[in-house]
């Protein structure tokens, strides 16, 4: 991933590793809420195996947490292959990131427990004893991301003045992401 944007000024340029990484990603996902999840078991089909999805959680190591029904597309697809792409953004100019990684599965009640919120109950219509509840679990093994440097309204700015005065003022930065 990293031949993305080499034509990018190097002062726009930031690779993020460890905890900055996950830092990125935590605040990146708490701010987004939900992401598009793509598996490549169905890349052919017209969806492309995409489907967005509700973001329950971003923990201390990057990994991102979701609850799925067992008996999902998404779940047999990544039972036949757990490599996942995931695309966040987290505000409506900025705020992007894509994610690779791998996705596990498991039937793990006290993570269901910490995870569970009512609203999720319109899918799993037993609330938390569902038996098609499961947890879906993303561990990212690299991505990119793009955001601006001083937040939304100073990136505004700065784009109205550059185009009153017809000079580019970026404020974007971006760079690789490894946890």
């Known amino acids: 991933m990293d031949s993305i944007n080499r034509d990018q000024p190097e002062h726009n340029r930031q690779d993020l590793s460890a905890a ?57 697809e990544i039972a036949a292959d757990p490599a996942v792409r995931l695309f966040l953004q987290s505000s409506r100019h900025s705020g992007f990131l894509a994610l690779h990684g791998t996705a596990t599965i498991s039937r793990d009640r006290d993570r269901i ?42 990136a505004a700015t700065k784009m109205m003045i550059g185009a009153a005065v017809g000079k580019t003022l970026d404020d974007s930065i971006e760079g690789a992401i490894a946890p």
């Open 113 to 154: 427990e910490e995870l569970w919120n009512p609203i999720v109950k319109t899918w799993f219509t037993e609330g938390k004893d569902d038996p098609r509840i499961t947890v879906i679990k993303v561990t990212p093994t690299d991505g990119y991301y793009w955001d601006n440097k001083h937040g939304d309204f100073v």
């Open 20 to 76: 900055d990484a996950v830092a990125r990603i935590q605040d990146m996902s708490d701010d987004a809420d939900s992401c598009f999840f793509c598996t490549t078991a169905l890349a052919d089909s017209p969806t492309g195996g995409t489907r967005p999805m509700s973001i329950k959680k971003a923990d201390e190591t990057g990994a991102l947490w979701f609850l799925s029904a067992a008996d999902s597309h998404k779940n047999a």
